[in-house]
T-cell receptor
Framework: SAVISQKPSRDICQRGTSLTIQCQVD?????MFWYRQQPGQSLTLIAT?????????ESGFVIDKFPISRPNLTFSTLTVSNMSPEDSSIYLC???????????FGQGTRLTVV | GDSVTQMEGPVTLSEEAFLTINCTYT??????LFWYVQYPGEGLQLLLK?????DKGSNKGFEATYRKETTSFHLEKGSVQVSDSAVYFC?????????????FGPGTSLSVIP
């Protein structure tokens, strides 16, 4: 199993500012994933963070808005830049599912932009 | 691309009623299939999983069978309780040999009334 620590757990931010979310895994993993869950919605993949290379973004998400760092095999950060109220969501990091195991998720960061 | 479709909610049931939440998927090959649950105000939890055709996942009285011929993974419970009120997500992951992303359905909100 994998234990994922994510912080902050919640934050209230002013529009136009940026927030960096940290994700720490208790074991080395090749890929980490960042998801967004907008209010009342499902989880949408933002990007895949590979150690040693640039993150791969899903359609509708861009690096300028959601820059990601992956400095080593146990840590990643997601920054939400130039925030607007539409960015208010829960952001989750994950180690994806391996055959016969489950996917592991952090507890999420509940972001409110005012 | 890969996708997951599940019945729209909200679903409201009386306690001890039978529950079915339909889920179908689109993917090449043989993905692993999951049901996740999100209780009010809490993080995402794995409810059950199945990794190959005809596998049955079960947990806490919930069951789902991986049906390759109908590309389905319907969630069932014989007698729901008020404590089962939550949002349920059907999901898939294609990875077998290394960690990979999880693709989620839109979620189905379940309310169980006494």
């Amino acid at each position: 199993s994998a234990v994922i620590s994510q912080k902050p757990s919640r934050d209230i931010c002013q529009r136009g500012t940026s927030l960096t979310i940290q994700c720490q895994v208790d074991s080395q993993v090749t890929m980490m994933f960042w998801y967004r869950q907008q209010p009342g919605q499902s989880l949408t993949l933002i990007a895949t963070a590979n150690q040693g290379s640039e993150a791969t973004y899903e359609s509708g998400f861009v690096i300028d808005k959601f820059p990601i760092s992956r400095p080593n095999l146990t840590f990643s950060t997601l920054t939400v830049s130039n925030m607007s109220p539409e960015d208010s969501s829960i952001y989750l990091c994950s180690v994806g599912a391996l055959a016969n195991t489950e996917a592991f998720f952090g507890q999420g960061t509940r972001l409110t932009v005012v | 691309g890969d996708s997951v479709t599940q019945m729209e909610g909200p679903v409201t049931l009386s306690e001890e009623a039978f529950l079915t939440i339909n889920c179908t998927y689109t993917a090449t090959g043989y993905p692993s299939l999951f049901w996740y649950v999100q209780y009010p105000g809490e993080g995402l939890q794995l409810l059950l999983k199945a990794t190959k055709a005809d596998d049955k996942g079960s947990n806490k009285g919930f069951e789902a069978t991986y049906r390759k011929e109908t590309t389905s993974f319907h969630l069932e419970k014989g007698s729901v309780q008020v404590s089962d009120s939550a949002v349920y997500f059907c999901a898939l992951s294609r990875m077998k040999t290394s960690y990979d992303k999880v693709i989620f359905g839109p979620g189905t909100s379940l309310s169980v009334i006494p």
